[in-house]
């Protein structure tokens, strides 16, 4: 059984940092792609940032500078610091896993596996 499960969310002050882990289990890490996504209610899922079975990192536009994500293949786990948080990177971030290897930016649909997020929430 695969699971995704995000941790590291709560909440902080705007200009704080954070660090979200996702520990996966029951799949062969290294060979997915994975990537972080957020949502606020009544809103789509939005991407955040990637990175494919070959390390190759992808980060939206309006995060770059402020976001990094990472993943540790021998842990199973993937990490994702935010620094310098907004009141608008409040949302639920989750973690997705996608057996293609591959990242994919601009939709969930590829992606195979998704935890069951963690909540950030940003105040002035």
């Known amino acids: 059984q695969v699971q995704l499960v995000e941790s590291g969310g709560g909440l902080v002050q705007a200009g704080d940092s954070l660090r979200l882990s996702c520990a996966a289990s029951?799949?062969?890490?290294?060979?997915?792609?994975v990537a972080w996504f957020r949502q606020v209610p009544g809103k789509e899922r939005d991407f955040v940032a990637g990175i494919s079975r070959n390390d190759n990192t992808y980060t939206a536009t309006s995060v770059k500078g402020r976001f990094t994500t990472s993943r540790d293949n021998a842990k199973n786990t993937l990490d994702l610091q935010i620094n310098s948080l907004k009141e608008e990177d409040t949302a639920v971030y989750y973690c997705?896993?996608?057996?293609?290897?591959?990242?994919?930016?601009?939709?969930?649909?590829?992606?195979?596996?998704w935890g069951q997020g963690t909540q950030v929430t940003v105040s002035s």
């Open positions: 997705a896993a996608s057996r293609s290897g591959g990242v994919s930016t601009r939709s969930t649909g590829p992606y195979d596996y």
């Open positions: 029951g799949l062969t890490f290294r060979s997915y792609g």
